[in-house]
């Protein structure tokens, strides 16, 4: 398998490192050498908060770019409006999931969508449809929310997640992804993948009402970390509708000058190489190596695969689309897996379940 291929990713070099994309950061740089003792001491996920440097003599290399410690005030900051929302108007802002078929990681992302909007005081409903559900079925249950004027939730999703399985499974090749995408009310399109958000995304001077989630988290993550983006070079790797597209029009309205690597990219180690960014989204562990990554370079990994892992408890990890432990030698800053953009995806959701909810009922 192509993702086990790349599964292993050792370092073997070690290189100096230069700074040039990030100015005063407004988080304390934790280094990416943490993160690795981390990994090797805990099986915890994205927990690194606690961890302090250590005054061990391995060099400090790169920032780790922390996508649990960006997320959080933003989540703090979601859990006072919403009670403030429920005091001042008394409505709660609400998130539906449809969720058709069961496979693992849709049902996983689910599961921190709910826990997630719990956390922040958010109405979270889940609707699970058989995985042999008819499209109509599907959207009905779209219609359901996007006509009641009494439900408050959101919904979203179904679409990539139906997106999803659809490449996975033979049971909803018999759904069109279009036309899911097409029913969901855009004022309920909290995760942006309706065409038309899409198309005010990549037109000059429209705003769309929602932008989506991951790529969302990813131009927040280059923020907070202060990483300057105008002028600079950007390459996207994966040119999908729900993140590299969207994310490579976010750099591109940033005014970076973005190149986008997909499948038939010719010589992608090379164009990777001329990049001050790099946002990786193609769902192969490990493809971005250190060679690929220029001296400073700022590095977000939203690529999260499945892997066997007989260690863990529960028999797989998840491995990014960048090989960690070399690009910690090469970059300036690196985002981790998990911990880095995962976090920043939730917590965009969240913000974008709020905005509707306001907007909806005209309340600021
Ligand atoms: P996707 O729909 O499968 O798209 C993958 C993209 O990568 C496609 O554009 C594809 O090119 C390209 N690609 C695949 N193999 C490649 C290769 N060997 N060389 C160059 N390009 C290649 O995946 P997605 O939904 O965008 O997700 C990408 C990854 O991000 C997955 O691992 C997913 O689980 C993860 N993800 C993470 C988050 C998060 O919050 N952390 C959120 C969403 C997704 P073509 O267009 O030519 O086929």
Redesign the pocket.
Do not use: E
């Given at each position: 398998m192509a993702s086990l291929m790349f599964a292993d990713c050792s370092s073997s070099t070690t290189s100096r490192i230069i700074h040039p994309n990030i100015r005063n950061g407004s988080f304390l740089p934790r280094r990416c050498i943490d993160q690795l003792r981390l990994q090797t001491t805990t099986s915890g996920r994205g927990c690194a908060l606690s961890i302090r440097s250590s005054s061990s003599p391995t060099p400090v290399v790169s920032t780790l770019i922390d996508g649990s410690a960006v997320a959080k005030p933003i989540r703090d900051e979601i859990r006072i409006q919403v009670s403030r929302m429920k005091e001042t108007i008394g409505v709660v802002p609400g998130l539906a999931v449809i969720l058709v078929g069961d496979m693992k990681?849709s049902a996983r992302y689910v599961r921190n969508k709910k826990k997630a909007c719990e956390s922040v005081g958010i109405k979270s409903l889940v609707v699970r449809l058989p995985e042999d559900s008819s499209e109509k079925d599907v959207l009905k249950s779209v219609s359901g929310f996007n006509d009641d004027p009494f439900c408050p939730w959101n919904p979203c999703s179904a679409a990539s997640t139906i997106g999803?399985q659809k490449k996975k499974s033979l049971y909803l090749y018999h759904m069109d992804e279009q036309n899911i995408l097409n029913a969901v009310r855009i004022e309920k399109d909290v995760d942006g993948f309706h065409p038309l958000n899409m198309g005010q995304l990549a037109m000059r001077e429209r705003e769309p009402l929602f932008i989506p989630c991951?790529p969302k988290g990813c131009i927040e993550l280059l923020h907070s970390y202060n990483v300057e983006i105008r002028g600079k070079r950007a390459v996207v790797?994966?040119?999908?509708n729900?993140?590299?597209m969207p994310a490579a029009l976010l750099l591109q309205r940033e005014d970076a000058t973005v190149s986008i690597?997909?499948?038939?990219?010719k010589n992608?180690e090379e164009i990777t190489r001329q990049a001050d960014i790099i946002i990786a989204?193609?769902?192969?562990p490990n493809?971005v190596r250190g060679s690929w990554i220029k001296p400073g370079a700022v590095v977000l990994d939203?690529?999260?695969?499945d892997v066997d892992d007989p260690d863990s408890r529960s028999g797989y990890r998840l491995v990014g689309?960048v090989c960690y432990e070399e690009a910690c030698k090469v970059a300036s800053a690196v985002s981790p897996v998990p911990g880095g953009?995962?976090p920043m995806?939730i917590a965009m959701l969240l913000s974008n379940t709020l905005t509707s909810a306001k907007r909806i009922h005209n309340f600021h």
């Open positions: 990681d999803k991951t790797l994966g040119r999908s729900i993140v590299g690597i997909h499948s038939k990219t992608p989204a193609v769902g192969q493809m939203v690529g999260t695969t689309d953009v995962g995806t």
